[in-house]
T-cell receptor, first 113, second 118 residues
Framework: AQSVTQLDSQVPVFEEAPVELRCNYSSSVSVYLFWYVQYPNQGLQLLLKYLSGSTLVKGINGFEAEFNKSQTSFHLRKPSVHISDTAEYFCAVSERSQGNLIFGKGTKLSVKP | GAVVSQHPSWVICKSGTSVKIECRSLDFQATTMFWYRQFPKQSLMLMATSNEGSKATYEQGVEKDKFLINHASLTLSTLTVTSAHPEDSSFYIC??????????????FGPGTRLLVL
């Protein structure tokens, strides 16, 4: 069975600063990895995904993530955040690209002016 | 991009009544849809996987007689919470699987339905 750990429940950061949201997973098989963003009272929006190929994945809104198989990590990064990036971010894993997703508990990113 | 809608976005009901939530894929056909629930300050928990034309597959601990799922067409799945109780109050989110060439399927999520049972 897979599991996802997001170590930080809340990350406060100042506008234009870089940010990294951490995600570690465990699985006995090959997995696909996803990052979703949830704005208040809204559903989830896909930021980026890793299915295969290059381990550095670029997504929307300037976010990117790097798949590290040896460390079983898929950390999300952005070099310069905006106030509008304030939201909750969920890391998720699935055994196959169309299978059900297992979510981490989420990280609330708060960007302050 | 692919759009998934849910209706209603908000529902308040009395204990003992049934509530139906619709999930639609607006611009693509989805052979598979998923239903999640999210409690306050917690992550999404998969409730069931819904395949068009067949019975839903429920996750362990989810009562199939309480949470009825119907996936009658490639663009519509419904979740009915039967005899709702206050503990069923939650945020229910559906997702639809858009099949793309090369197996690059992605789940697209609806905006969610907030259920409050009084």
């Amino acid at each position: 069975a897979q599991s996802v750990t997001q170590l930080d429940s809340q990350v406060p950061v100042f506008e234009e600063a870089p940010v990294e949201l951490r995600c570690n997973y465990s699985s006995s098989v090959s997995v696909y990895l996803f990052w979703y963003v949830q704005y208040p009272n809204q559903g989830l929006q896909l930021l980026l995904k890793y299915l295969s190929g290059s381990t550095l994945v670029k997504g929307i809104n300037g976010f990117e993530a790097e798949f590290n198989k040896s460390q079983t990590s898929f950390h999300l990064r952005k070099p310069s955040v905006h106030i509008s990036d304030t939201a909750e971010y969920f890391c998720a894993v699935s055994e196959r690209s169309q299978g059900n997703l297992i979510f981490g508990k989420g990280t609330k990113l708060s960007v302050k002016p | 991009g692919a759009v998934v809608s849910q209706h209603p976005s908000w529902v308040i009901c009395k204990s003992g009544t049934s509530v139906k939530i619709e999930c639609r894929s607006l611009d693509f056909q989805a052979t598979t849809m998923f239903w999640y629930r999210q409690f306050p300050k917690q992550s999404l928990m998969l409730m069931a996987t819904s395949n068009e034309g067949s019975k839903a597959t429920y996750e362990q601990g989810v009562e199939k007689d309480k949470f009825l799922i119907n996936h009658a067409s490639l663009t519509l799945s419904t979740l009915t919470v039967t005899s709702a109780h206050p503990e069923d109050s939650s945020f229910y989110i559906c997702s639809a699987n858009q099949g793309l060439a090369g197996g690059q399927e992605t789940q697209y999520f609806g905006p969610g339905t907030r259920l409050l049972v009084l």
